[in-house]
């Protein structure tokens, strides 16, 4: 029977409750809707979903579906029961076996087949198992971290099938126990049974050379590995008394080279190894790290300080992009220089201060503008008025759900041609292409639950009184490889990173998970809003004002009150105990943004708590009694006539207000408006106007766009499941639907198009596997079917490749001209 078929029957035969379980586990079966269990069994058992249902199981899971792989056949129906399989994994039980393969089949990637042709009646009564058929695509070659067997290789290694023959020849001839072959089938058969236990490979390595078994155990996880001039010639008849371990490996077929750098231990070979199990360090529980401890009083104050300076440099960053913008490379982002311009406003190093600012443009606080090619804070910032912890939730909400990972900054470029970018010195810049990580959002989320995990089982709670565990990227790695393995080398590549980025924000305080990043691991942030509110140290709303024409903050202050003295003074030094110093050019600054003396030094005097020196006063009097002898605007074209009335009837009148006219001498006007409008504008008035200077007769019309108001940032848990009312919607309709796939079918024919398309790939891949011939219905150009007996060789890229037995030829068909397949049931001589 079809693995589909097999089981859509399994999914059809489920509760409405396994089936909840099953769309809550896997939410993409029904996203969008499937028309029965037909279509539901075809995407449960489609390459993507696998994949993304295998990223989600934990290492023992893993170990006994990889078994189960090993151990069966989907092509001949070859099943496997717990009993077999707990043989091969060592240090396991029946019941824990049965325990995963029932939970595996909860998630629909095994699920119940006959027993086995001469099973004994007694072993017939326990339940067998099969895999899903794309199983074998997504595991990979190397299930389990076993290499394939010798047959496979001699069959798709054609420079090891024209060895194989000589060397179990010479291994005949040197006395050892192997039969004697003429074929490259029969030498990988010797070969196999030679190496068929771990008796018989203990007694070859006995005479093997020294540092022979620890170069066998580097490939004890992994089958394949790198060796220089892995194909070079090795004999037991000639080889030296000195002979190396590769040399000697190589020599007796206990290693097969793949190319000119790589060789692989073949599967009988590795289980041997292993003592006969395909998996030998099995566990149920998950491994304990060491951990150091810090107080929760440490931690507490660290993060606590963490986030009150990431919301001050936060401020200062944004006051610094509104004092001057930042320029944008040609292929994105903000280059090193103005990185480093940014790092000494803001008084840090360089990393930090790429981080800061990628926070910042993740979190919708600064945005580019087309216009002039750089970013700048978008009008109306909604969070410059928001208390301090709204201002950290919108931070860290930001942050979970965004796609960029901000520690990338400075790091190699990597991906395709990165080995000459990086050669030449290029790495990732703020604000680029390149620091862009679509699964950021899912890692970033299960590392914070790795981290409350390991908490709370180290410390029995995360109340914030005792001691509290220290954790670090080894620990969290570790087990997340073991709770999540296929997800293990996204982890490695962003883990440091995430835990740079969960400290700055608070998340992580003294190498501890803190009250806050607990709260947001178990997705609770109105808790870690009510926590910061509580200890967050309450903020300021005045300086001390000192006759060295600076300003103390004897704390963090309220957030506008910063903004504001960020206008009017430079900020200099770091911490809470900031120091604002005022200058001739911060007065300057003040005077332009709006402020005239009287209000400058007003409001100084309301949030000072000493009076304001007499040096200050002065300085404020005399720049404001210089500023504004020269003024400077904004104008594109100009209206000069000697006509005063007919200018002053223009600037009155309603019909010119488009125009933006500004009077600035008795017979001159300014015009927002470029030279051709303005002129156009006046001619509609009944004016004729002449236009000075040569102006490009071309008419260049762009919509302008529209001002990016900020959005206050909405975290979604990555991988939660579908709603209520999708489900029950789902399951009415696949209860009246039923089971539907009754034949083989193919492009809509006795199935949904979904079922059917799978089906006829599974038909096709399996019978390339057995090489067996098959009918097809192809439609040709003019829509005429014919049916038509081949064999397919090969399927890729929308195409199989087929032979006629009946023409001796070789063909390629595309796979959307076929309408129907059907196994013949004969094999191909």
Not at 52 to 67: C, K
Not at 80 to 95: D, E, M, N, P, Q
Not at 637 to 660: M, N, T, V
Request: aromatic share 4%; glycine share 8%; with cysteine.
């Amino acid at each position: 029977m079809s693995l589909i078929r097999a089981l859509s029957k399994d999914l059809a035969g489920r509760s409405d409750d396994a089936l909840r379980a099953l769309f809550t586990a896997r939410p993409d079966l029904i996203s969008p809707a499937v028309p029965d269990f037909a279509a539901l069994a075809a995407r449960a058992s489609a390459r993507v979903s696998v994949q993304r249902a295998l990223e989600r199981l934990s290492r023992p899971q893993m170990q006994v579906l990889e078994t189960l792989h090993l151990c069966t056949n989907t092509d001949t129906g070859h099943s496997a029961c717990a009993a077999g399989l707990r043989k091969l994994i060592a240090g396991s039980t029946v019941a824990v076996v049965e325990q995963i393969l029932v939970s595996l089949q909860d998630l629909a990637l095994v699920h119940r087949a006959e027993p086995p042709h001469g099973v004994p009646v007694s072993s017939a009564r326990q339940r067998f198992y099969l895999p899903v058929g794309s199983l074998k695509d997504v595991v990979g070659i190397y299930p389990a971290g076993l290499g394939r067997s010798y047959t496979e290789l001699v069959r798709l290694q054609p420079a090891f099938a024209q060895r194989a023959v000589q060397l179990v020849s010479e291994l005949h001839r040197s006395g050892v126990a192997i039969q004697e072959a003429t074929t490259p089938m029969d030498a990988a058969l010797a070969l196999q049974h030679w190496t068929s236990s771990p008796a018989a490979l203990q007694d070859i390595l006995a005479s093997a050379p020294e540092r022979t078994t620890a170069l066998l155990a580097k490939f004890r996880n992994w089958a394949m590995g790198a060796v220089p001039q892995a194909q070079r010639k090795a004999s037991v008849l000639t080889e030296p008394a000195d002979v190396g371990p590769v040399d000697w490996l190589l020599a007796r077929g206990l290693l097969v080279p793949l190319d000119a750098a790589h060789v692989e231990l073949p599967h009988s070979v590795g289980v041997s190894l292993r003592g006969g199990a395909i998996i030998d360090d099995f566990t149920l529980a998950p491994p304990v790290p060491r951990l150091g401890t810090t107080t929760a009083a440490l931690r507490r104050n660290a993060a606590l300080g963490a986030i009150a300076e990431t919301l001050r440099l936060a401020s200062e960053l944004l006051q610094a992009v509104r004092d001057q913008p930042l320029a944008t490379l040609r292929s994105g982002g903000v280059g090193v220089r103005e990185l480093r311009r940014l790092a000494e406003q803001l008084r840090v190093d360089q990393p930090r201060a790429g981080v800061l600012l990628e926070l910042c443009g993740l979190a919708g606080l600064i945005r580019l503008d087309v216009d002039s090619s750089s970013w700048v804070q978008p009008p109306e910032l909604e969070w410059l008025a928001l208390p301090r912890q709204e201002q950290w939730l919108w931070l860290v909400n930001a942050w979970l759900a965004s796609e960029r990972v901000p520690s990338l900054v400075g790091q190699p470029i990597s991906g395709p041609g990165a080995a000459q970018r990086t050669a030449s010195g290029s790495s990732i810049v703020a604000l680029s292409a390149e620091a862009q990580r679509p699964d950021a959002p899912v890692v970033r989320k299960r590392i914070l639950e790795i981290l409350h995990e390991l908490t709370t089982e180290a410390a029995g709670s995360d109340s914030g009184g005792g001691a509290a565990p220290v954790l670090d990227a080894a620990a969290v790695l570790q087990r997340a490889e073991w709770s999540q393995p296929r997800m293990a080398r996204r982890f490695s590549s962003l883990i440091r990173g995430v835990l740079v980025e969960a400290e700055l924000l608070g998340l992580v305080g003294s190498g501890a998970l803190s009250q806050l990043g607990s709260a947001l691991a178990q997705d609770d942030p109105d808790a870690a809003l009510a926590i910061l509110g509580e200890h967050l140290p309450a903020e300021l709303n005045h300086v001390l004002l000192q006759a060295d024409l600076t300003a103390v903050a004897p704390g963090y202050l309220s957030p506008a009150l910063a903004g504001k003295l960020q206008v009017m003074a430079d900020a200099e030094g770091q911490g809470p105990a900031t120091i604002y110093r005022f200058s001739v050019d911060s007065v300057r600054r003040a005077l332009d943004s709006g402020y005239d003396a009287a209000g400058l030094l007003g409001f100084l005097r309301e949030h000072s708590a000493t009076a304001v020196p007499q040096p200050l006063q002065y300085l404020v009097e005399d720049t404001a009694a210089r500023h504004g002898r020269l003024r400077v605007g904004q104008a594109a074209s100009f209206i000069q006539s000697e006509d005063e009335a007919a200018l002053e009837e223009l600037l009155a009148g309603p019909k010119a207000a488009a125009l933006g006219l500004v009077r600035i001498a008795p017979t001159v006007l300014l015009s927002m408006a470029a030279p051709r409008d303005t002129a156009h504008a006046l001619r509609s008035l009944g004016l004729s106007p002449a236009v000075d200077g040569m102006e490009d007769p071309t008419l260049r019309l762009r919509k302008a766009p529209a001002h990016q108001h900020s959005v206050r940032p909405v975290y979604t848990a990555p991988g939660m499941a579908p709603p209520a009312e999708d489900v029950d919607a789902q399951l009415a309709v696949l209860r009246q639907a039923g089971s539907a796939v009754v034949g083989p079918s193919w492009n809509g024919m006795r199935a949904g198009g979904e079922a059917a398309t799978q089906l006829g790939l599974e038909t096709l891949q399996r019978a390339i596997r057995l090489k067996q011939r098959i009918s097809m219905n192809v439609v040709d150009s003019l829509g005429n079917a014919s049916l038509e007996i081949v064999v397919p060789l090969s399927l890729s890229g929308g195409r199989v490749r087929v032979f006629d037995p009946a023409k001796e030829t070789e063909r390629v068909l595309s796979v959307h001209r076929i309408i129907d397949v059907e196994a013949a049931g004969e094999l191909r001589q």
